[in-house]
């Protein structure tokens, strides 16, 4: 009877199918890898979006419960801050609100888009105050004024124009320095008062977002008065 060796792989042969398996875990790692990144930078760019929509949406939710008080405007732009005098969301003799938008430059130099809203009023010298404490906030903010503003996107810049006489004009030029007129009598205390015919019918906003966002570039949004727009 003849015996057959046995068969088997040489040498040579194991190390090139080692080669070959390691190989084909380096490419799959890359491309699993690849997947994650993808997924993280998707995910990133949809919450700034969302960010993003969730800010304008607050933005048009603070001009629509605007009001007036009086010797006390319901809304005011000083080319760094505005500032809006506004009902609470959460019940309407819960009192009335100051709420203010800034930019403010961070660490990195990059501009941040913030807001920044006091508690519930229901004096008007604690109003008053907070009217105040609203236009020093955004140059040199206390410790407790931080903790009661939010982030939102971040942007390079940001304009304000208002809609009189049928025009897009600049806040503060001379012919939009009239002082609002007063309110109707019979109001009093601070439960909000009609908006007074000094107020503008529309707002617009520009804002430059940063670059390396979901979105960049320059994007408007135009507010105008409820009661002019049919409530839409």
Do not use: C
Not at 51 to 75: C, F, R, V, Y
């Amino acid at each position: 009877m003849r015996i057959h060796p046995a068969k088997g792989f040489t040498l040579i042969e194991l190390l090139v199918a080692i080669s070959l398996m390691a190989l084909m875990a380096v490419l799959s790692w890359r491309g699993l890898d690849g997947i994650s990144r993808s997924q993280q930078s998707l995910q990133q760019r949809s919450d700034e979006l969302l960010t993003l929509q969730a800010t304008l949406t607050q933005w048009g939710a603070d001009l629509d419960a605007m009001t007036n008080q009086p010797d006390l405007p319901g809304l005011d732009w000083d080319g760094r801050t505005l500032r809006i005098l506004r009902r609470s969301a959460a019940a309407p003799d819960e009192g009335l609100r100051v709420v203010a938008w800034a930019r403010r430059s961070t660490g990195s130099g990059q501009g941040q888009w913030l807001r920044w809203q006091s508690p519930a009023l229901m004096d008007r010298a604690a109003l008053d105050l907070a009217w105040q404490k609203a236009a020093l906030w955004a140059q040199t903010p206390s410790d407790e004024d931080r903790l009661r503003e939010v982030r939102t996107v971040a942007i390079d810049q940001w304009q304000i124009f208002y809609f009189r006489a049928n025009a897009w004009t600049n806040p503060l030029s001379s012919a939009d320095a009239a002082a609002p007129a007063a309110n109707p009598p019979g109001i009093a205390g601070i439960t909000g008062a009609p908006l007074s015919v000094g107020t503008p019918d529309g707002v617009r906003l520009v804002l430059t977002l940063a670059a390396g966002q979901a979105i960049s570039g320059v994007l408007t949004r135009d507010w105008v008065r409820p009661v002019l727009g049919g409530g839409k």
